[in-house]
């Protein structure tokens, strides 16, 4: 049981440093409250979809911005469009970035807009990374402890699980309830 | 304490934005509702039949009557922000086509602009969500959607062609939580509802 406490405190640990570092918000909880046994892929099958469509999304700012004459509404349709779906996801670091990005799009400030593409890029690969890492670990941790489904709050970090399952091992439903102040 | 299963209604959400589509679906999904998602206003407009000539002429029947029947949409929620049509636009559309209007339309948007929504209430749409989305919105559309099927079931004369442009009165439905539908009637509605006649004094004393 030891063992597994340590892999619990350590993924508990985890994904709540996520939320304080602020790589994730609230969104994200709304996220996973939207997964259930009917949809037990949910968040992943979105947070894939956001991967896919980020990759291209910087493809096309860094082309955009490379260009002789830099066309500033395109490039701001395209950080329109990645504030939009890094805040559907709760990517707040991101979203962050992406709104001094239209800053200088709408100061047509260049240099400006490329140190933001390098800030965003950044702030994406880190995000991108942990979530990564999240998806890897939880199955793992969710195996070893027999509970269908993880998810963490940022407020309280409670980790939400069956019921029946806390019933059946008060143990370890006590070590994961750590109370933790709001980020930020 | 609804008797009706949530799952007769249909919703049709428009979002360009496919992470956006799936969260949309996912939580009206949730809430028992049948979805249809599309990515552009266009593709709205063509899913609900809609044919350009319909509000122009009133006298020609519906061009795809079929269609209507089949698929029947109880609320429309699209995204504001698109290229091409709008939300704003596809709102405007909706509302202007005789067979269409009575659909209620919310709309969504990640920038909270006052302007915009006010602009868009004005228009006729329900409801303003701002972006991200949450459960605690899409709790909010079912009255809207039961309110417009009461409204299709007392007078399904007024489904076709006819005069679009008669005021509501003909649909002196006992109003009786005006204040729960909130303010976000059309204009017209408010000027003629009887219930909100208040006794108007003229200022001068009477003696």
Do not use: D
């Given at each position: 049981m030891d063992v597994v406490s340590q892999l619990q405190r350590q993924f508990l640990d985890f994904t709540t440093s996520l939320y304080r570092e602020g790589f994730l918000d609230d969104q994200f909880v709304q996220l996973q409250k939207l997964q259930d046994e009917s949809n037990p892929e949910f968040v992943i099958e979105v947070v894939s979809l956001f991967f896919e469509d980020s990759e291209k999304l910087l493809n096309n700012l860094s082309t955009a911005l490379q260009?002789?004459?830099?066309d500033y509404k395109q490039v701001d349709a395209l950080v329109h469009q990645f504030k939009g779906s890094s805040s559907s996801i709760g990517a707040q670091r991101v979203k962050n970035v992406c709104v001094s990005f239209r800053n200088y799009c709408e100061e047509k400030n260049v240099e400006g807009c490329f140190r933001c593409l390098q800030q965003v890029k950044h702030e994406y690969h880190l995000v991108k990374s942990r979530l990564d890492a999240l998806f890897k670990a939880s199955p793992l941790v969710a195996g070893a402890t027999n509970i269908g489904s993880w998810w963490v709050s940022p407020y309280d970090s409670i980790i939400g699980i069956d019921a029946a399952e806390i019933r059946e091992s008060p143990k370890i439903y006590i070590c994961i309830f750590v109370t933790f102040g709001l980020a930020n | 304490m609804a008797i009706s299963t949530e799952s007769e209604f249909h919703v049709l959400a428009v979002d360009d934005s496919i992470i956006d589509r799936k969260l949309i679906e996912r939580l009206l999904k949730t809430s028992s509702y049948q979805v249809t998602t599309v990515d552009s206003g266009s593709k709205a407009l063509q899913f609900l039949g809609f044919h350009e000539d319909e509000e122009s002429n009133q006298?020609?029947?519906?061009?795809s009557p079929m269609i209507h029947r089949e698929v029947q949409v109880n609320l429309i929620i699209t995204d504001y922000?698109?290229?091409?049509?709008t939300g704003y636009d596809l709102l405007k559309k909706i509302k202007e086509s005789s067979s269409l209007r009575n659909i209620p339309v919310v709309i969504m948007s990640s920038e909270n602009v006052p302007s915009r929504i006010n602009r868009c209430l004005e228009e006729g749409a329900e409801e303003f969500f701002l972006k991200p989305v949450r459960l605690s919105d899409v709790n909010k559309l079912k009255p809207h959607m039961m309110k417009a099927k009461a409204k299709d079931h007392q007078e399904p004369a007024k489904q076709g062609p006819e005069g679009s442009e008669t005021p509501e009165i003909q649909s002196v439905q006992p109003q009786q939580t005006p204040a729960q539908s909130?303010?976000?009637?059309k204009a017209m509605e408010e000027g003629i509802s009887?219930?909100?006649?208040r006794p108007r004094y003229s200022g001068l004393a009477v003696i």
């Open positions: 260009q002789h004459i830099v | 006298n020609r029947p519906s061009v922000c698109m290229p091409g049509m909130s303010n976000k009637r009887q219930e909100r006649t």
